[in-house]
């Protein structure tokens, strides 16, 4: 992979191409998943370059995965307030006064009519609709509060409700913040994107606004077809 990426600071940026272009094995990079053989990762001027993921989550990053990683037999309270604790730094081992922690319920209480889940909060995250399992998971990404939002295929599987519903649940949530995302959905990257990057056989085709990716030559010859204006 050579790719030399940069993300602005408060903008929403979409990483697309075909299947195979690479996608998923950048995120991976970024986020401390994989070790790069060279080059560097810096995110808020720090090299993390092969850094642990818990680390980089440490200093701002925060990811949802193209497979849910959400915690199936926990309810969606339970899941969300496992990320508040997260973002508080509260350590697992002092779980068992969770319960006593006022201000820890209050938060994941606020997340869940934020995402609307609380009237789901008792259920099961495997017993929840794709859809909402999916706003789950995204939301567990956000209730870290990460400073930059890694989002990779928040979208896939669902229905066109529930993929109008994700796009202005990412909207509202990722307000002010930095988010790159991943995503097959031309119409989710168009209506969410500030740029996009299009990735093809590991390298950058081209990095531009919406409209200017839409009109690109190379990028329609290579990925998105012949679009209309």
């Not at 002092?94 to 009237?119: A, G, P």
């Not at 995250?125 to 789950?136: E, F, I, P, Q, T």
């Amino acid at each position: 992979m050579d790719v030399n990426l940069q993300i602005t600071q408060g903008e929403r940026h979409a990483i697309i191409g075909p299947n195979g272009a690479g996608k998923t094995t950048l995120f991976n990079l970024i986020t401390g998943t994989y070790k790069p053989s060279q080059g560097a990762v810096f995110f808020k001027g720090k090299n993390v370059t092969g850094a642990q993921p818990y680390k980089i989550q440490r200093l701002g990053m925060g990811r949802s995965f193209q497979i849910t990683s959400t915690f199936d037999r926990l309810t969606a309270f339970q899941n969300i307030r496992l990320a508040v604790l997260s973002k508080k730094g509260i350590r697992f081992n002092l779980f068992h006064y969770v319960d006593k922690m006022d201000q820890v319920t209050r938060d994941t209480e606020e997340i869940l009519k934020r995402i609307n889940l609380f009237d789901d909060r008792y259920t099961a995250a495997a017993n929840l609709s794709y859809g909402k399992h999916r706003s789950l998971e995204i939301s567990m990404a956000l209730a870290t509060d990460p400073d930059l939002i890694m989002l990779d295929e928040p979208t896939a599987g669902m229905s066109v409700d529930e993929t109008h519903y994700a796009v202005e649940l990412i909207r509202r949530l990722t307000e002010g913040k930095t988010v790159v995302i991943i995503e097959h959905d031309m119409e989710v990257v168009f209506s969410l994107a500030d740029r996009i990057t299009v990735l093809h056989h590991g390298t950058i085709l081209a990095t531009g606004k919406p409209d200017e990716i839409k009109k690109n030559a190379q990028v329609q010859s290579a990925y998105l077809g012949q679009l209309e204006d």
